[in-house]
């Protein structure tokens, strides 16, 4: 009996449990219908959003890589006009970083493809070029490989002229006033000549200029450049030579003198040498008068080391704006006047600066002059051919054979 009621209980246990399990299952079943379709749609957002910046990383990572393998570059030949200026001795990459920063071409590496695709490239000269803005690279490097685009404005600076000379040529070029170059010449540390230039060893006083440092040449004057600037382009040059020659370790080395002596010297040759193939001799008259055991004074005045010059007159005069002369049209009075702080005649040593714009050729000369002994030299002809002499004797000599050629 037990049993019998034991097993209906558990029969109808079971049952409710079935039941009991059905029912949570059909409300499970339920809840999943209703919070399925609200997950679903979610999920369905979330991919959208998810393939969106998928799609962005995906897309600024492509633009990022293609940029490796892209090199990115203006098409086309540009639009107005802009000028440029090309610097002796720049490279490639430095022209690319010109026009990238000018704003012609897009990208320094897409000039420097085209360069290298060009043969051509390595033939491009210094100067101011007219360019258009945002040009493809291969158009830009054809431009400045035109000469037709080179803005030609070059002003020849002899070798020998002084500044004075020099202001008057650059202010008729650029309509700029001389007083304006006269003002930008008293910077000197801003124009770039250092103070070690005007040290001497020779115990004289260093006038401090910029004579002597505006190196002769043609130069490529940029459009509305200023007074400083273009004074600046030209004692650029000079340094540029400078250090091409090492003219300041050699002077010290070879020479024993300081480069500022060297400097002079190589003015003075400048001046009175009448060929090229004359400047290191012209120069070693000077040292021997100065820096040699047998340093010539005339007259035995007691004076060690007299140049006897006679270009120095002339340099005060212009300074000072008075009329120069021919050396056999100056008096004595005139050569020795002690007002002059140029003159050369009863005075030791060499002048308080250089007095004009020594040439490559003349400071070669003062740097690496021919041995010799020559104490005097003199023109002889009007086609300045120089006799040297070590002799009182033969320089005399030699000025009579000036004279007869109608010279003196």
Known sequence: MIDDLELAFDERAEKGRHRRGAQRKL????????????????????????????????????????????????????????????????????????LVAAGVVKSTKAFI?????????????????????????????????????????GLLIPEGATSTQIYKLLSKETKLPVKDFQEAAKDLKGLGIADFWFKRDDR???????????????????PNATAEQILKLMVDRFMAVAKDLDFVDRVQKEREISPYEALIVASLAQAEAGKTADLGKVARVA???????????????????????????????????????????????????????????????????????????????????????WLFFVAVDKDGTTKFATTNEEHERNIQEARENGVL
């Open 27 to 98: 409300n499970n079943k339920k809840k999943k219908k209703r919070g399925g379709r609200g997950r679903t749609i979610t999920a369905l957002l979330m991919a959208f959003v998810l393939l969106g910046v998928l799609g962005g990383v995906g897309w600024y990572g492509f633009d990022r890589i293609s940029g490796y393998f892209v090199t990115p570059d203006y098409d086309g030949g540009g639009t107005g006009e802009a000028q440029i200026q090309i610097e002796e001795g720049q490279s490639i990459a430095e022209i690319a970083n010109t």
């Open 204 to 222: 004289q006083a260093a006038k401090k200029s910029i004579e002597g440092f505006l190196f002769p040449d043609t130069y490529e004057l940029p």
């Open 113 to 153: 493809e085209a360069a290298q695709a060009n043969s051509r490239s390595q033939n491009i000269q210094p100067g101011v070029y007219k360019v258009r803005k945002e040009m493809n690279a291969e158009a830009a490097l054809g431009l400045l490989l035109d000469l037709k685009n080179k803005i030609v404005n």
């Open 287 to 373: 040292y021997n008068r100065i820096y040699s055991e047998n340093h010539y004074c005339k007259n035995g005045n007691g004076l060690t080391g007299c140049l006897e010059f006679d270009v120095g007159v002339n340099y005060y005069w212009e300074l000072t704006g008075k009329k120069t002369k021919r050396s056999g049209q100056m008096t004595d009075a005139e050569l020795f006047d002690k007002n002059n702080p140029y003159r050369m005649h009863g005075k030791a040593g060499l002048p308080p600066g250089p007095i004009n714009s020594p040439g490559q050729k003349a400071l070669e000369g003062a740097m690496n002059p021919p041995k010799g002994t």
